[in-house]
């Protein structure tokens, strides 16, 4: 079962800096030990995890980005997959 509800509100976890890095041509996650490089569909949802913004909020601004995709199931998943990760919590 999910840990993420559409009223769950997901934050990058302090530890992580997200931003677009040119180098890489991508979004990252960097941490003290290293960095992820995400990809473009990662990094989109990510751009949306900032403590503020809850589940449906994300999947709502996605759908209207990315019109006539159905997204809920796989943000979840991305979601899910990023806290076992350890780089988000909810």
Request: glycine share 6%.
């Given at each position: 079962?999910?840990?993420?509800?559409?009223?769950?509100?997901?934050?990058?976890?302090?530890?992580?800096?997200?931003?677009?890095?040119?180098?890489?041509?991508?979004?990252?996650?960097?941490?003290?030990?290293?960095m992820?490089?995400?990809?473009?569909?990662?990094?989109?949802?990510?751009?949306?995890?900032?403590?503020?913004?809850s589940?449906?909020?994300?999947?709502?601004?996605?759908?209207?980005?990315?019109?006539?995709?159905?997204?809920?199931?796989?943000?979840?998943?991305?979601?899910?997959?990023?806290?076992?990760?350890?780089?988000?919590?909810?």
């Amino acid at each position: 079962m999910s840990e993420f509800k559409p009223e769950s509100v997901p934050a990058i976890k302090p530890m992580f800096r997200f931003q677009w890095e040119p180098a890489q041509d991508c979004h990252v996650l960097l941490y003290p030990e290293g960095m992820v490089r995400l990809s473009g569909s990662a990094g989109e949802i990510l751009k949306r995890v900032d403590g503020e913004r809850s589940v449906a909020a994300i999947i709502a601004e996605l759908k209207a980005a990315f019109a006539g995709a159905d997204l809920d199931a796989d943000v979840i998943a991305f979601l899910e997959q990023a806290r076992e990760n350890g780089w988000i919590t909810v």
